[in-house]
């Protein structure tokens, strides 16, 4: 499909149909194009939970908002968490993937060539908001990618920001792994009576919000 058609066709589901399931192969699809989005400095501060048992479902009742409560006829989700801090081993830990798959044949400086990437991120030693922030953001531009890259296999989403992500931490014990959950995604298939499929998309015109620098 057409980029801009696929954008122009794209929505929000509202309304899923709980009995079709998104195929193993497109889920893996689906979790393969997260671990390969991009982040400031390669940093890749992120971790993606696939719930997509009933019982792992029911365990995040408790954590979602009213409103949101028809989107959990969805079949599957992904919860995205962030760390509440990095580690000198998780920059280590990167730092060897990095050189095992190439990135710095031919480095020839004495300093090490992620140097900037810890000095950035140690900015957040003492600063757990900034930190959620900066954490959040990288998280968010994985997230922008599932959603296009679902509507382009045919897959319905939708993002989930009205949860309580501290109970969420707490049932799933990430706030125990050093982790905080910061969004999720339903995923499926609409429902033959989706509220919003029919509904015309609406955007601010391009005059309104692009202008070009001179």
Not at 36 to 48: A, E, R
Not at 87 to 97: I, M, P, R, T, V
Not at 158 to 187: H, P, Y
Not at 203 to 209: D, T
Request: with cysteine.
């Amino acid at each position: 499909m057409d980029i801009l058609e696929l954008m122009r066709t794209r929505y929000t589901t509202k309304h899923y149909d709980p009995n079709r399931r998104v195929s193993d192969a497109d889920m893996a699809t689906l979790l393969e194009v997260l671990r390969l989005s991009p982040s400031s400095t390669n940093i890749q501060p992120w971790k993606f939970y696939v719930v997509d048992t009933p019982e792992a479902k029911e365990k995040m009742m408790p954590a979602v908002k009213d409103f949101n409560i028809e989107r959990m006829k969805a079949p599957q989700f992904i919860i995205f968490t962030v760390p509440t801090h990095f580690s000198k081993d998780y920059f280590d830990e990167l730092y060897a993937q990095e050189e095992a798959d190439g990135r710095y044949k031919g480095w020839n400086s004495t300093e090490r060539p992620d140097a900037i990437r810890q000095t950035y991120a140690g900015k957040f030693d003492n600063d757990p908001q900034g930190m959620l922030l900066y954490t959040s953001n990288q998280a968010f531009i994985a997230l922008g990618c599932l959603t296009v890259a679902a509507a382009a296999i045919g897959v319905d989403s939708t993002i989930l920001g009205g949860l309580e992500f501290e109970k969420l931490d707490e049932i799933f014990g990430f706030k125990a792994k050093g982790e905080r959950s910061v969004v999720a995604m339903a995923l499926g298939y609409r429902a033959e009576n989706d509220s919003n499929a029919k509904r015309p998309k609406s955007r601010l015109p391009r005059e309104r919000v692009i202008e070009f620098l001179k």
